[in-house]
């Protein structure tokens, strides 16, 4: 008798603590919703709320963390910027979605968006701070983006979204004194190389305004104006899915007005 109620004791324990982890599981995954509906609404700071919420309630999350990091870089974007003071604020927003996305690569190094996350928030800081000043960070963007790629196990977009973090990477770098850069490492910038990534990016996902944005710039540094130009006309012509897609077609506009004789 004493050895049944043991028995029945520990199922009981097993059972109850079987139910609180799937009863866990389900309240995170309803957390996450509403931080997703917050995020497709450009109510970021919700979302940002919401995410914070299910952290503290359930720390060590993975899918909360890297949710976390995006949504402080999305806060981060729509700062003001006109003081040092507004500066700083932001760096110390930027360097938050670092944080958090160092986490969600820790607890999950074999996903691709925890690694695609950790390059945005660092290439936040990489074009704040200033490539020659951060020159590690930099390399440390690239090998985020190869790595995500590779693992190649996310969806199309977060795959997409490696291929064009890539491509901006090699852009923005490229700007800059080819011999300057060989001497901090960052020689391996070609705004060719850029071209061929952007495309990638959008071949898995096509007619983001965007992808479509930048790889008309990186055609124009290259004079390719014909190809410039049908890619900032697709900026124009296709669906809004971003907040800042308003301000893409008004630059999209104004480069064709730019380049419309070359």
Same mark, same amino acid.
């Given at each position: /008798? ?11 324990? %097993? *059972? &109850? &603590?079987?139910? +609180? ?5 389900? /309240?995170? $995954? ?24 299910? $952290? ?28 040092? =003071? ?13 944080? *958090? ?8 190094? =074999? ?13 936040? %800081? ?64 070609? +705004? !060719? ?16 305004? /965007? *992808? ?10 290259? =004079? ?11 900026? %124009? ?6 907040? $800042? ?5 008004? !630059? ?11």
């Amino acid at each position: /008798m004493n050895t049944l109620k043991i028995v029945s004791s520990i199922f009981l324990v %097993i *059972f &109850f &603590f079987a139910y +609180n982890i799937t009863l866990n599981a389900q /309240m995170v $995954d309803k957390l996450i919703e509403e931080g997703d509906n917050y995020t497709e609404a450009y109510n970021n700071q919700k979302a940002l709320d919401t995410y914070l919420k299910a $952290d503290k309630l359930y720390p060590n999350n993975w899918e909360v963390l890297w949710r976390v990091s995006r949504a402080y870089v999305d806060i981060g974007e729509h700062m003001p910027e006109k003081t040092d =003071d507004e500066k700083d604020a932001q760096l110390v927003v930027y360097q938050k979605a670092l944080d *958090f996305a160092e986490k969600a690569v820790k607890l999950a190094p =074999d996903k691709s968006i925890t690694h695609v996350r950790r390059a945005i928030a660092n290439g936040r %800081i990489a074009l704040f701070k200033g490539v020659f000043s951060v020159a590690g960070v930099v390399n440390s963007v690239k090998e985020d983006c190869d790595k995500a790629i590779k693992l190649n196990n996310g969806d199309a977009y977060t795959i997409a979204l490696a291929h064009y973090i890539l491509a901006r990477t090699h852009a923005k770098t490229s700007e800059k004194w080819a011999p300057a850069r060989a001497v901090i490492g960052l020689g391996w910038a070609d +705004n !060719e190389i850029a071209i061929t990534e952007y495309n990638k990016a959008i071949n898995l996902y096509p007619n983001f305004k /965007m *992808f479509h944005l930048d790889l008309a710039r990186s055609y124009i540094r290259e =004079d390719e104006f014909v190809k410039a130009r049908e890619n900032l006309k697709k900026v %124009i012509d296709s669906p809004k899915r971003d907040e $800042d897609d308003d301000h893409r077609v008004a !630059e999209a506009k104004k480069l064709l007005e730019e380049i419309k004789n070359e």
